[in-house]
């Protein structure tokens, strides 16, 4: 191959053998001015040195090294006293010959379909006492549920129509927990298209889900719905928002506030927002506490919303020992509630009231003598026209406790409801009022009622034989001058921290812990809202001793002194 011209550059031809390339150029025309011919010259003395290396390293790898005539090193052969492959090695003299160890099924093994008996599957895993069940997609043409009989880690069994089936938790689409849902519930049921369903889940099965959306009920067959899930309820997440939200947080008290109207929770409503302008003066609050009044004023219930019917075969959540010793009954009547509201009206905020027109007449009769009544016609005919408060302010400002009765309180005064959600239903049924605490036989000289709690004259019980019962040598359950150091209160807290700690009891546990400490102050604001100094209700009822041998209390317990 010989030398190519390009004017005033040469390159030198290589070997065919050394490059195995033919570098072709095309002479450049004499008509292109020498500066182009220098740039293309200048652009080809790089490309033709590349490959002068790259054929290089090419012929020393075929060459010198491929051709190295040293001999490779021979393998090294195995020790003589090691044996040939395939073979086991022999035992050494005085050695006990290895015995072959037993086959174990492992542990994340699923059992074979023949195998797949109740006998032969570890205990199945139990949810307050129940089994689990499941709905499993197994791909997009099979899928079944059932109750689960056995799992681990890496598979599971369940039983489906009669028989068992194992699953290999990896190989599935989708293992979705089955719910159980207790009585108003609510929830979200999502559907495999993506849609959703939010109202009260009523029942989540094999098969379908019942939900009921706005009052109306619907059954969605299990192979559109993908999976349910609970929500909070209102009550449950007012309590979990209290606790969460400080005390100096107030955009998020408002907002709270603002959540409890929505939820048609007015008395709630209306607390929170007394609260936060106790603390901080806010326009809007003011404002949605005039709505909150105007909404409890157009009509407030004669019951509480928590209120539930006292009957008389309301089962216990408890089954009763045979031959145990039996509870105490006693319980207030419905005229009893009704007097202790009368005690416990705040005229700042008073409850929806009723003075019969002939309670009046009796009142005008009765203290006619006295300077308040109005000795002209005029007067005494304006008493008929006088709003209920009026009233009953007047009965307090005679004395007149005989007519305290007839007065009709159709709303709780604020104090009660109080009582009611943050003492009574929030924590003290749950806590102290258990078979094994104070609402059993082993209760001692304090007992609390259990039964229908939620009912009026059961919780009013409980109040009064929290303020009656005494404990020797310990404070009263309730200090109404220095509401923390009640003795309730004491035997909340932890033993380390309480100045009078709670017996040593199987199984108690302290009711306030280090998340939930704003109870305390709930309780002191209770405390602080009930009448002071404290009156005695004329009411019937002496606390149960059950630490005597006749613990039962009478029906015509005596009467407690005003």
């Known amino acids: 191959m010989g030398s190519v011209s390009t004017g005033c550059l040469k390159l030198a031809a290589l070997p065919e053998t050394l490059c195995g390339h033919a570098l072709h150029l095309t002479p450049i025309p004499r008509t292109i001015n020498a500066p182009m011919r220098i740039l293309r010259s200048a652009l080809l003395l790089p490309l033709a ?43 050494a003299k005085g050695d006990t010959p290895p015995t072959a160890p037993e086959h174990v099924a492992p542990a994340d093994r699923l059992p074979a379909d023949n195998d797949l008996k109740r006998e032969n599957l570890p205990a199945p895993p139990l949810v307050n006492g129940k089994k689990k069940r499941v709905y499993i997609i197994e791909d997009r043409f099979n899928e079944c549920g059932g109750t689960v009989e056995a799992e681990t880690d890496d598979y599971l069994v369940i039983e489906t129509k009669g028989k068992l089936r194992g699953f290999y938790k990896a190989r599935v689409s989708e293992i979705i927990p089955l719910l159980d849902p207790p009585p108003n519930q609510p929830g979200v049921v999502i559907m495999r298209d993506g849609l959703e369903y939010r109202g009260l889940i009523i029942k989540d099965e094999v098969d379908h889900v019942e939900v009921e959306v706005e009052g109306i009920r619907q059954i969605l067959p299990r192979t559109t719905v993908l999976r349910c899930f609970f929500t909070l309820t209102p009550r449950q997440t007012y309590e979990r928002l209290r606790v969460e939200i400080k005390p100096d947080q107030y955009t ?48 407030r219930p004669v019951t509480t919303p928590d209120d539930e019917p006292l009957t008389e075969d309301s089962p216990d959540d408890e089954t009763p020992l045979p031959n145990s010793i039996p509870l105490p009954t006693r319980i207030l009547s419905p005229e009893d509630v009704n007097i202790i509201r009368v005690y416990e009206i705040d005229f700042r905020k008073p409850p929806k009231m009723t003075v019969p027109q002939e309670v009046i007449r009796e009142l005008i009769e009765k203290y006619s003598a006295s300077e308040l009544i109005p000795a002209n016609a005029e007067g005494r005919a304006a008493l008929y026209r006088a709003e209920p408060e009026r009233l009953v302010r007047l009965m307090f400002d005679l004395r007149a406790r005989d007519m305290y009765p007839k007065v009709i309180v159709r709303s709780e005064p604020t104090s009660l409801s109080l009582f009611r959600r943050r ?34 004259q059961v919780r009013y019980t409980n109040l009064l034989l929290l303020e009656r019962t005494k404990i020797d040598g310990r404070p009263p359950l309730v200090d109404w001058e ?39 102050d709930d309780f002191a604001r209770w405390v602080e809202t009930m009448y002071q100094p404290r009156p005695e209700y004329p009411v019937e009822l002496a606390p149960p001793d059950l630490t005597a041998p006749d613990h039962s209390t009478p029906v015509d317990a005596p009467v407690v002194p005003r």
């Open 482 to 520: 220095k509401p923390r150091e009640s003795l309730v209160i004491q035997f909340g807290l932890p033993r380390s921290e309480a100045r009078y700690p709670h017996p040593e009891v199987k199984g108690w546990k302290p009711v306030f812990g280090p998340t939930n400490r704003r109870l305390i």
């Open 423 to 456: 003492i009574h239903n929030s924590w003290l049924i749950n806590n102290c009022a258990t078979s094994q605490c104070h609402g059993g036989v082993d209760a001692g000289r304090f007992f609390l009622h259990r039964r229908n709690a939620k009912s009026t």
């Open 252 to 299: 998020d008290r408002f907002k709270l506030c603002r959540y409890l109207f929505d939820q048609k929770m007015y008395e709630e409503a209306r607390e929170e927002l007394v609260a936060l302008l106790e603390a901080v003066d806010m326009f809007e609050a003011k404002d949605l506490l005039r709505t909150v009044e105007a909404q409890l004023e157009l009509g």
């Open 49 to 91: 040195a590349l490959l002068v290396a790259t054929s290089l390293d090419g012929a020393l790898t075929r060459g010198a090294w491929a051709d190295d005539p040293t001999p490779a090193a021979p393998p090294t052969p195995p020790p003589a006293n090691t044996p040939p492959a395939g073979e086991a090695t022999p035992p």
